[in-house]
């Protein structure tokens, strides 16, 4: 059934599957034209920033891992580094180096889940993995493979793949031995094989036309594929510390979500995550992960969010190969963390969340307890972008039956692969025609 583009319509769902946390979506059409979209996040606020205030500084890298069970890497590397920067710690290469594994581990399994479980179902009809896996059991088992293999870097170095315990302020409690490092290696070589395969399987999907709006943002270093340390860079030309992230972002609250909205303070929208790491650091990609992507038909830039997919497979490819490239040259630190001197004052830290840039700041005291604490999740910040994406999308597409719809809306919002729960610290959707 299909309808005419003012016809009055209401479309609910009760809620959004393969997405992390709870909320809704309401689209409002008059006389043909989307008026208002909104995402009404509805999942309770959980006071992170509030309960951190009063905290010693030591128990951030535990306490911050609880917001995301499938990014605790990002939000602990984050709040270390503001810590370090607030006491002017200066960490050693070979720790650096260990932090950067970390991570790779973390987009593996982050990456490899969305791509497998949570997106590549809508772009083959298929309900969800399950259906999909009843199909096709040997790709669904590759993805959960592939996933493990991230999972493992994680139970090696961080002592666990779930909040990992082995991560201070200043470094690492304990530095992992050759030897303990020794059988990842043989998985990773697997595991970049895999990507690669991954990477040219996504790429014979069938991909909308859509356009991102508004700028691009991201870490940058003219060294390296920016993870964990960079300058904050966009398309549109910006170049800024990150202690200069509040005077060129801030959040509102707005009334139909629980989650703050980012906005630039210049104005417009922004967009974090894979695709805008792409844009802005594809020279810096190796050049493994730069053929696969020439191989797969993606140049230089890619401002489809529906091929953010493909970009995830390609840094999939990226982030075994840079865990297999550090593993290779490791060698035991003498110490495995900085030695923190505290002292009174305010840092700033961002990383490279699989989702996109994640911000923090602390305020500390002489005695190094936590007097002030912001944390600015990339999910919270794609909003008005997932807002203004879906009002051309919806425009589009509005001849389609409610069913239809609704499904193309989900697999849009996917695109972004949002964490609900990481931005209020999706869905039942409304089409409202009149």
């Known amino acids: ?27 409002v059409v008059r006389d043909g034209e989307v008026q208002d979209v909104q995402l ?37 590397m984050s709040a270390c580094q503001a810590i370090e920067d607030a006491c002017g710690v200066e960490i050693p290469s070979t720790v650096r180096a260990l932090r950067r594994l970390l991570y790779c581990g973390e987009w593996i399994e982050s990456h490899a889940l969305h791509i497998y479980l949570l997106h590549a179902p809508d772009f083959l009809g298929y309900e969800s993995s399950i259906h999909l896996a009843h199909d096709h059991r040997d790709i669904v088992e590759r993805g959960l493979k592939l996933k493990k293999v991230g999972n493992d870097i994680l139970n090696v170095l961080g002592g666990r793949a779930i909040h990992p315990v082995n991560v201070r302020v200043g470094g690492f409690y304990r530095a992992p031995t050759r030897s303990e490092f020794a059988p990842l290696a043989e998985r990773l070589r697997w595991a970049r094989e895999a990507a690669v395969e991954t990477a040219q399987w996504v ?14 943002v991201a870490l940058h270093s003219d060294d390296e594929y920016s993870i964990i340390e960079g300058r904050i860079a966009s398309t549109s030309g910006l170049d800024i510390a990150v202690s200069e992230f509040p005077d060129h ?18 104005g417009g929208t922004y967009t974090l995550g894979p695709i805008s790491r792409y844009n802005l650091n594809f020279a810096q990609l190796p050049v493994m992960a730069r053929q696969v992507a020439s191989d797969i038909g993606l140049g230089e830039t890619c401002r489809n969010p529906f091929k953010s997919i493909m970009i995830r497979a390609v840094e999939v490819v990226f982030a075994c190969d840079e865990a297999l490239r550090i593993i290779e040259a490791y060698e035991r630190p003498p110490a495995p963390s900085a030695t923190v001197n505290v002292r009174a004052g305010t ?6 969340a699989p989702r996109g840039s994640l911000y923090h700041r602390y ?7 936590i007097t002030d604490a912001v944390i600015v999740p990339p999910t919270s910040q794609n909003q008005p972008s997932i807002e203004l994406g879906l009002r051309s999308f919806v425009q589009d597409r509005l001849d389609l039956d409610d069913a239809e719809l609704t499904r193309q809306c989900e697999q849009a919002i996917r695109n972004y692969d949002p964490c609900i729960s990481c931005a209020t610290h999706f869905l039942d959707l409304t089409v409202d025609r009149g």
């Open 203 to 216: 790429s014979g999907f069938d991909f909308p036309d859509l356009e991102l709006e508004g700028d691009l």
């Open 40 to 76: 009404r996040i509805f999942e309770p606020p959980r006071f992170f920033e509030a309960f951190l205030r009063g905290r010693a500084f030591g128990e951030l890298p535990d306490i911050t891992a609880r917001i995301c069970g499938i990014c605790p890497v990002a939000y602990q």
């Open 1 to 27: 059934m299909t309808h005419t583009n003012g016809a009055s319509r209401t479309l609910s769902v009760a809620s959004l599957a393969r997405v992390e946390g709870e909320g809704s979506m309401h689209v």
């Open 363 to 369: 305020t500390i005291d002489a005695q190094g307890v």
């Open 249 to 266: 972002f801030a959040e509102d609250h707005v009334a139909h979500s629980t989650a703050l909205h980012g906005r630039p303070r210049a």
């Open 347 to 352: 840092g700033h830290g961002c990383t490279e």
